[in-house]
């Protein structure tokens, strides 16, 4: 999950000198920033810093964020012309310095704390693309898939192929363990997420295999797909807190890990209730081998540094 940025006192120091595009592009920050969260959180393994919108960078799109208001696709895609016009993009060249930051990382770590590489699923990248920044409903992502279907599948295609190797080459540069995020993927119909969506997760996820480490697969709202979004692979399925642990379980089956999934919102809670929103996630794993204890989304601005020490501490004794 998202566990760099703004609740960090360390992270806000550095982002007075740098944008986050610069913090990315420069691997020795990355890895720096990297490193922030695992020193200051105690936490049992560190995410590189990067972002999944990078690769809009190569394509062609245009990427930006302005503050406070999330990230700008200069370039969004509109038409199955647009697709077409996508620029190739080689991950091993043109995010290289991702890779560097993965390696940069790896070598400062120390060599019990795992190091995860990531990347955004089709659909998320997808939808980014398509709405140009942020959305709540994803309108112009859903009229695009029913009516240019082609162009859509177009679209996926080219960009499970470029996370999917992208992936893969983090591995190969030293992450342990690889996440697929395709945060935004509650928002459609099971139905819809079958016919548009679940092919190309899979073939992205199949790519990645090659990297030979384990993969985790998060969703966010996940819980009306559930098992569509676990059959389209992943060693892990990450859940958010929408619905419980044990369900979500129940539902995908002994056979997987479960990363999850406690309610970010959990961390402005008064001490008590917060220990005892931890303590029912634990519940619910029930001690079953193969639980990865996280928020079930990305860490709040607004979250005070205690309570995600609290939490860490509050795991590890359990
Ligand atoms: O913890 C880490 O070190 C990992 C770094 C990380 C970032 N983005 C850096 C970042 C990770 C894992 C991501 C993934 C990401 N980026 C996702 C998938 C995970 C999720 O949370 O659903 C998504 C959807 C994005 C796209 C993105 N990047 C958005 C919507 C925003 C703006 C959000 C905001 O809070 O303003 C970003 C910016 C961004 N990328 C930040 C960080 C730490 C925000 C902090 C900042 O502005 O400096």
């Given at each position: 999950?998202?566990?760099?940025?703004?609740?960090?006192?360390e992270?806000?120091?550095?982002?007075?000198?740098?944008?986050i595009?610069?913090?990315?592009?420069?691997?020795d920050?990355?890895?720096?920033?990297t490193?922030?969260?695992?020193?200051?959180?105690?936490?049992?393994?560190?995410?590189?810093?990067?972002?999944?919108?990078?690769?809009?960078?190569?394509?062609?799109?245009?990427?930006s964020?302005?503050?406070?208001?999330g990230?700008?696709?200069?370039?969004?895609?509109?038409?199955?012309?647009?697709v077409?016009?996508?620029?190739?993009?080689?991950?091993?060249?043109?995010?290289?310095y991702?890779?560097?930051?993965?390696?940069?990382?790896?070598?400062?770590?120390?060599?019990?704390?795992?190091?995860?590489?990531?990347?955004?699923?089709?659909?998320?990248?997808a939808?980014?693309?398509?709405?140009?920044?942020?959305?709540?409903?994803?309108?112009?992502?859903?009229?695009?898939?029913?009516?240019?279907?082609?162009?859509?599948?177009?679209?996926?295609?080219?960009?499970?192929?470029?996370?999917?190797?992208?992936?893969?080459?983090?591995?190969?540069?030293?992450?342990?363990?690889?996440?697929?995020?395709?945060?935004?993927?509650?928002?459609?119909?099971?139905?819809?997420?079958?016919?548009?969506?679940?092919?190309?997760s899979?073939r992205?996820?199949?790519?990645a295999?090659?990297?030979?480490?384990p993969?985790?697969?998060?969703?966010?709202?996940?819980?009306?797909?559930?098992?569509?979004?676990?059959?389209?692979?992943?060693?892990?399925?990450?859940?958010?807190?929408?619905i419980?642990?044990?369900?979500?379980?129940?539902?995908?089956?002994?056979?997987r890990?479960?990363?999850?999934?406690?309610?970010?919102?959990?961390?402005?809670?008064?001490?008590?209730?917060?220990?005892?929103?931890?303590?029912?996630?634990?519940?619910?794993?029930?001690?079953?081998?193969?639980?990865?204890?996280?928020?079930?989304h990305?860490?709040?601005?607004?979250?005070?540094?205690?309570?995600?020490?609290?939490?860490?501490?509050?795991?590890?004794g359990?």
């Open positions: 999950m998202r566990q760099a940025g703004r609740y960090a006192p992270y806000r120091a550095l982002r007075q000198q740098h944008s595009l610069d913090l990315c592009h420069q691997p920050l990355a890895a720096q920033v490193l922030q969260p695992v020193e200051r959180l105690g936490v049992d393994a560190a995410i590189v810093f990067a972002d999944i919108l990078l690769p809009f960078e190569p394509l062609g799109l245009g990427l964020f302005a503050a406070g208001e990230p700008h696709i200069a370039h969004p895609i509109r038409s199955p012309a647009d077409a016009a996508l620029a190739p993009v080689e991950p091993a060249t043109d995010l290289a991702v890779l560097e930051a993965v390696r940069l990382a790896r070598q400062a770590l120390p060599p019990q704390v795992p190091l995860i590489g990531f990347a955004g699923a089709p659909f998320t990248l939808s980014y693309a398509i709405e140009g920044g942020a959305s709540r409903t994803f309108t112009t992502t859903k009229r695009f898939m029913q009516a240019e279907p082609r162009a859509w599948h177009a679209l996926l295609g080219r960009l499970a192929d470029l996370v999917g190797r992208y992936l893969a080459a983090q591995a190969a540069a030293g992450a342990g363990a690889l996440q697929l995020f395709d945060s935004w993927v509650g928002c459609l119909a099971p139905g819809d997420y079958r016919e548009y969506v679940q092919p190309h899979r992205a996820l199949e790519l295999a090659q990297g030979g480490v993969i985790i697969h998060f969703g966010t709202d996940t819980a009306g797909l559930l098992e569509d979004f676990a059959a389209a692979g992943g060693d892990v399925i990450g859940v958010d807190w929408r419980p642990l044990d369900q979500a379980w129940d539902r995908i089956g002994p056979d890990a479960l990363q999850g999934n406690l309610d970010p919102a959990a961390l402005l809670a008064p001490r008590p209730t917060l220990e005892a929103r931890v303590r029912d996630v634990l519940r619910r794993a029930g001690g079953r081998p193969g639980h990865i204890f996280n928020l079930g990305g860490v709040l601005p607004e979250t005070p540094v205690e309570a995600l020490q609290a939490v860490v501490e509050l795991v590890h359990c």
